[in-house]
């Protein structure tokens, strides 16, 4: 038997909620947020909840990262939003392409694109 999940919340700390809930509506390209709590403010991309909530920064190595179904596009979208600017697609033949950048704050992020496999 394997567990069976519904969905998945990842928690950013943040130094500004407020600021950070600005940045992440650019990023994911939605302002439908909810607020079950005071401090915290939830994103559902699909069955995954992006939870920001503020506190003093550690910057770690951890990573949240984003498949999408036309990385070139989203690239260009992230540079006119300023989200990254010497950034590059790197290319790893014949498994993905991605680009890694970080949010204000420091957490690591990534958008991602799978080669087909056969």
């Known amino acids: 038997m ?4 519904k969905s998945v919340t990842i928690g950013l ?3 500004n909620l407020e600021e950070a809930a600005n940045w992440y509506e650019k990023l994911l390209m939605s302002d439908e947020k909810i607020t079950p709590v005071e401090g915290i403010i939830e994103y559902q991309i699909g069955s995954v909840w ?3 909530y503020e506190e003093k920064i550690n910057v ?7 498949e999408v179904e036309d990385l070139d596009a989203d690239f260009e979208r992230l540079k006119t939003l300023g989200v990254i600017t010497d ?3 790197e290319d790893v033949p014949g498994v993905l ?5 970080s ?7 990534s958008f991602l694109w799978l080669y087909p496999q056969e």
């Open 50 to 52: 992006i939870q920001l």
């Open 87 to 89: 950034e590059v697609i």
């Open 2 to 5: 394997s567990l069976n999940v």
């Open 13 to 15: 700390p943040v130094s």
């Open 103 to 109: 949010d204000p704050d420091g957490n690591k992020l």
């Open 97 to 101: 392409r991605y680009v890694d950048f």
């Open 60 to 66: 770690s190595e951890n990573g949240l990262r984003f």
